[in-house]
T-cell receptor, first 115, second 111 residues
């Protein structure tokens, strides 16, 4: 398996622009997570899905952030409009129910820089 | 608010020594405990998990859990330069719940 695939690896944009991050989870995994990592706040959970349904989006910082999972093999995280404080590494991770060690498989991440 | 606390480091140890990484958590209902390793510029990867009080060994790694003290630790024996990374402690409550991560401890192993 190719693992969790994220794109793009790097994104540089200007304040006010729309940013879309993409994720393909591991086939057969029914949980998908979006995390954000910064030096100041560490790894924070933004939202997670189970069987394509959003379960908890309490970590989404504000209405500028939205996430979708239209099918089992694809998810997007959108920021509109972007701000410099959104600069961070965004990770997508997947897992499956019955995985008793609750192991998360992380993608390579998207390094987002908002100028 | 569930919190997981780690010393940010860096923790510097010479090659061959034992590295001891520590973590405390605030939620007494926590039941599952994990250690992830993250190399610079890479994504986190799971290296150890523990559910019960006591020690769990896997190769050079030992995870220790003390629920009464709300304390988790990771020992790395015979540390190697390739162990230099940031180690993230993660905690979850009963059932399938989301993980809360600490900010991580940077470990530097010098040759």
């Amino acid at each position: 398996d190719a693992g969790v695939i994220q794109s793009p690896r790097h994104e540089v944009t200007e304040m006010g622009q729309e940013v879309t991050l993409r994720c393909k989870p591991i086939s057969g995994h029914d949980y998908l997570f979006w995390y954000r990592q910064t030096m100041m706040r560490g790894l924070e959970l933004l939202i997670y899905f189970n069987n394509n349904v959003p379960i908890d989006d309490s970590g989404m910082p504000e209405d500028r952030f939205s996430a979708k999972m239209p099918n089992a093999s694809f998810s997007t995280l959108k920021i509109q409009p972007s701000e410099p404080r959104d600069s961070a590494v965004y990770f997508c991770a997947s897992s499956f129910w019955g995985n008793t060690n609750e192991k998360l498989f992380f993608g390579s991440g998207t390094q987002l820089s908002v100028l | 608010q569930k919190e997981v606390e780690q010393n940010s480091g860096p923790l510097s140890v010479p090659e061959g020594a034992i590295a001891s990484l520590n973590c405390t958590y605030s939620d007494r209902g926590s039941q599952s405990f994990f250690w992830y390793r993250q190399y610079s510029g890479k994504s986190p990867e799971l290296i150890m998990f523990i559910y019960s009080n006591g020690d769990k060994e896997d190769g050079r790694f030992t995870a220790q859990l003390n629920k009464a003290s709300q304390y988790v630790s990771l020992l790395i024996r015979d540390s190697q330069p390739s162990d230099s990374a940031t180690y993230l402690c993660a905690v979850s409550s009963s059932g399938y719940s989301t993980l809360t991560f600490g900010k991580g401890t940077m470990l530097l192993v010098s040759p």
